[in-house]
């Protein structure tokens, strides 16, 4: 029932590298009301073929098992925490 943010990532990805340090942010900031989750897409192909993730960083919000928001790039701790504090309630 809570929301889950998906990061779908790539170690060898600089601009996922530079999002690292906002998502555990979030993490922080989100814990208790929303998890926080990484996927490596070399590693997961299938699943990220399966959520059609063709640009990473991907960041996808889920609520219910249902995408409710997908963040494709760079976002601001701010931006993220919004988004999950908005479908939490």
């Keep these: 029932e ?6 779908f990532y790539a170690t060898w990805c600089g601009p996922c590298q530079i999002q690292l340090p906002v998502l555990e942010e979030v993490a922080r ?7 926080v ?12 073929v399966r959520f059609g993730i063709q ?6 919000l889920f609520k219910n098992g249902k995408i409710v928001h ?6 601001s701790s701010a931006n993220l925490i919004e988004a999950i504090e908005k479908i939490a309630k």
């Design 37 to 48: 989750a990484k996927v490596n897409v070399d590693d997961a192909q299938k699943l990220a």
């Design 2 to 7: 809570q929301p889950i943010l998906v990061d």
């Design 70 to 75: 997908q963040f494709v790039g760079s976002y």
């Design 29 to 35: 900031r989100v814990a208790g009301q929303a998890t």
């Design 55 to 60: 640009s990473i960083p991907t960041l996808v």
